[in-house]
C-alpha cells in the first residue's frame, strides 16, 4: 500500500479528534532502566529526548520500544500516529504496529529522529514478540543524546516535516 494511500486511509477512518500528548514537569520514571534518562532535546522543535544515562557499547541494546500492538486496521482507526512504529509482518503474515503513545514511562518513545550519518542507533524490529529494540551502532558516551533515522515513511505518513 503507498503512503499516501494510507494516510489518506488514516485520516477517513480517524473518528477522534487527535489529544495532546504534551508532557510537563519533571520526566517521568522508568523502571530499572539505567541506560536512558529523559531531558530536553538538543533537536530542534523536538521537546524532550532520550540520553545515555551511562556509557553504552556497541551493539547493546538501549531500550525497547513498546506499546499497545495494533493491526492495520487498528491503526487506520488509530487518530495520531505520532507514536506508532510498524514492525513488519510476523510469522502468521500479518503487519504488526505498535503504538507507545500510551505509556509515558516507555524510554524508547523520547528517542528523536536524525539523518542517518548522525544516529546512534538501529531499529531490531520484533513482530512476533510486538516490539522494537533500539541498538547502539557504535559506543555511545553518558550523557550523548540517542537519536535513530525514523526513515521516509514516518514523515509522509505523520504529515510531519524532520527538523
Not at 16 to 25: F, I, L, M, S, W
Not at 114 to 129: F, I, S
Not at 132 to 146: D, K, P
Amino acid at each position: 500500500m503507498s503512503f499516501l494511500l494510507a494516510r489518506t486511509l488514516h485520516r477517513l477512518c480517524s473518528t477522534h479528534a487527535p489529544r495532546d500528548e504534551t508532557v510537563k514537569g519533571p520526566a517521568p520514571p522508568f523502571a530499572g532502566d539505567d541506560r536512558v534518562r529523559v531531558a530536553p532535546s538538543l533537536v530542534a522543535g523536538a521537546g524532550l529526548g532520550g540520553f545515555a544515562a551511562r556509557d553504552i557499547a556497541e551493539g547493546e541494546t538501549v531500550c525497547e520500544y513498546r506499546g499497545t500492538v495494533l493491526s492495520t486496521l487498528q491503526v487506520l482507526r488509530t487518530p495520531d500516529w505520532t507514536y506508532v512504529m510498524g514492525l513488519g509482518r510476523d510469522r502468521r503474515w500479518r503487519l504488526v504496529w505498535v503504538d507507545a503513545r500510551g505509556d509515558l514511562r516507555i524510554a524508547a518513545r523520547y528517542v528523536n529522529h536524525a539523518a542517518p550519518e548522525r544516529c546512534n542507533l538501529r531499529v531490531e524490529r520484533l513482530p512476533d514478540e510486538g516490539c522494537a529494540r533500539l541498538v547502539a551502532v557504535r559506543g555511545i558516551r553518558c550523557g550523548e543524546e540517542l537519536l535513530y533515522d525514523y526513515g521516509p515513511r514516518y514523515w509522509v505518513v505523520t504529515g510531519r516535516r524532520p527538523s
